[in-house]
């Protein structure tokens, strides 16, 4: 079992920016990988970006070059930092660990962006 809590959301004008945070019970070495996504009213969960234990990371298109994912092992956190926002980045931001063929997730923080 592990418990992720997120942090960090809020409600930002575009072009802003904002840091998530995803701290975990116990040590994050025994993910496989962490992540981030988000869910918008009436859409679908979507992937935002993922790292792995060995750091590789991975970023939905809409993303790139806009958002940074990465790791604090010491402190069993991960980041999300989040920099220019647009108001179609509004969305609940959930933080999702894998180990093997488990998955949890932490209970969302919401992220809004005004234009």
């Known amino acids: 079992q592990a418990q992720l809590v997120e942090s960090g959301g809020g409600l930002v004008q575009a072009g802003g920016s904002l840091r998530l945070s995803c701290t975990a019970s116990?040590?994050?070495?025994?993910?496989?990988?962490m992540g981030w996504y988000r869910q918008a009213p009436g859409n679908q969960r979507e992937l935002v970006a993922t790292?792995?234990?060995?750091?590789?990371?991975n970023y939905a298109d809409s993303v790139k070059g806009r958002f940074t994912i990465c790791r604090d092992n010491a402190k069993n956190t991960v980041y999300l930092q989040m920099n220019s926002l647009k108001p179609e980045d509004t969305a609940v931001y959930y933080c999702?660990?894998?180990?093997?063929?488990?998955?949890?997730w932490g209970q969302g923080t919401q992220v809004t962006v005004s234009s």
């Open positions: 790292i792995t234990s060995g750091g590789s990371t």
């Open positions: 116990g040590s994050i070495f025994r993910f496989n990988s």
């Open positions: 999702k660990a894998t180990r093997y063929w488990n998955d949890y």
